[in-house]
């Protein structure tokens, strides 16, 4: 996965109204090391409202819709992904 890559086929997890973003799972994992157990962790994309809506429009997504969605950045040490429609 890398910046710019897309587009993806995304579910929405959850929308968080207090930080104007949603998390959305686009089927993306990485491997943990060792020391942290080993293993695969679900990598979750975050979306943030303004990069959804032009001033004026809500925000119309839902936990559970889809949507495709492109890699704005990648915050490997988060395990977090930064998402663009």
């Known amino acids: 996965m890398n910046v710019v890559d897309g587009p993806y086929d995304a579910s929405v997890v959850a929308v968080i109204d207090h930080s104007d973003s949603a998390f959305v799972d686009c089927g993306v994992g990485c491997n943990r090391g060792k020391?942290?157990?080993?293993?695969t962790i679900k990598v979750l994309g975050m979306?943030?409202?303004e990069d959804m809506v032009r001033e004026g429009d809500e925000v119309?997504?839902?936990?559970?819709?889809k949507i495709k969605v492109y890699i704005k950045n990648v915050l490997p040490q988060?395990?977090?992904?930064?998402?663009?429609?």
């Not at 020391?35 to 293993?39: I, P, R």
Request: neutral net charge; hydrophobic residues 40%.
């Open 35 to 39: 020391k942290y157990g080993g293993g």
């Open 60 to 65: 119309g997504i839902t936990a559970g819709d």
């Open 47 to 49: 979306l943030q409202f």
């Open 78 to 85: 988060l395990g977090l992904c930064i998402v663009s429609l």
